[in-house]
């Protein structure tokens, strides 16, 4: 009876023992698997923490990044409202200008319109005058003409007249006899015929040329002219001579001397020699 209550005992202290070890595995199994669950949960927090502090990096970089690019902006804003300020100085500087330019220009304009109004009205005068100085040598030219038609039907004078110009040349021949220089009777009465014409020429000069052949001067008359230049020359003066004689104003005479070097004709014919020796008498304007 003793034998069999410690066999029951110690199988009740066996299973005591046993069930004390299995409550202690079981709670150890289990302390095991909430340390892993732990593991793996640390493991995921550590990456998490490495995934958020390298967005945490990049967010900040990205934050830095902005924080220059907002600084460069609003530095840009300042240089931008620097600029534009100095810009409107500028344009108001320039419009200042432009302005006092116009003025200007309007004046230069009103000076122009008002130079030109003169300049017209001074065309318009001198238009004026130009016509009464044409109709005065159109004039001349008509009394001329009939005061010497005779010589013009002999065809020892001509008078031609051509922009103002007015000039009357006479053949020598008429004039001065042969070698001469001095003006013979007839050829006095020939420039008598023009004396009153000439002396109604006003704002005129009244030059006087004289023209040969290109014959040499020969023999003893070398002694009195030595060239062509002489005889021309001297012809010229004593024709001037004689208009200032008949009351012509001295200032408005002249006399010149152009000798064989300026023909009007051909010189290797009696004719052309005829035409050349002569002498002209011409209306200029004043110097």
Not at 20 to 26: D, R, T, Y
Not at 161 to 185: H, R
Request: proline content about 1%.
């Amino acid at each position: 009876m003793l034998k069999r209550i410690f066999c029951l005992a110690t199988t009740a202290m066996v299973a005591l023992v046993l069930s004390g070890c299995l409550v202690a595995e079981s709670r150890f199994l289990k302390k095991v698997e909430e340390a892993d669950n732990l593991t793996r949960e640390l493991t995921d927090l550590k990456q998490k923490h490495e995934k958020l502090t390298a967005e945490n990096t990049a967010l900040q970089k990205e934050h830095d990044k902005l924080k220059s690019e907002a600084s460069a902006l609003g530095r840009t804003k300042e240089e931008l409202t620097k600029d534009k300020a100095e810009l409107e100085q500028v344009l108001a500087a320039k419009s200042d200008t432009l302005s006092r330019n116009i003025s200007d220009l309007r004046q230069k304009v009103s000076d122009l319109e008002a130079e030109n109004k003169k300049l017209k009205d001074d065309i318009v005068t001198l238009q004026k005058v130009k016509e009464e100085k044409v109709k005065e040598v159109s004039g001349t030219y008509e009394q001329l003409l009939e005061n010497m038609k005779s010589e013009i039907a002999q065809g020892q004078v001509t008078i031609s007249e051509l922009k103002g110009k007015l000039t009357v040349n006479m053949e020598a021949a008429i004039l001065f006899d042969s070698g001469k220089a001095d003006v013979k009777e007839d050829g006095l009465v020939i420039l008598q015929k023009m004396v009153d014409t000439l002396k109604a020429v006003k704002d005129k000069a009244i030059r006087i040329e004289g023209h040969t052949d290109n014959v040499q001067i020969s023999g003893a008359l070398t002694r009195v002219f030595p060239t062509n230049w002489e005889l021309s020359a001297a012809r010229a003066i004593n024709v001037t001579k004689y208009l200032q004689q008949q009351g012509l104003d001295a200032a408005i005479l002249s006399a010149t001397a152009f000798g064989e070097y300026k023909p009007v004709a051909d010189n290797t014919t009696k004719e052309g020699r005829a035409k050349n020796r002569r002498i002209e008498i011409t209306l200029v304007a004043k110097d």
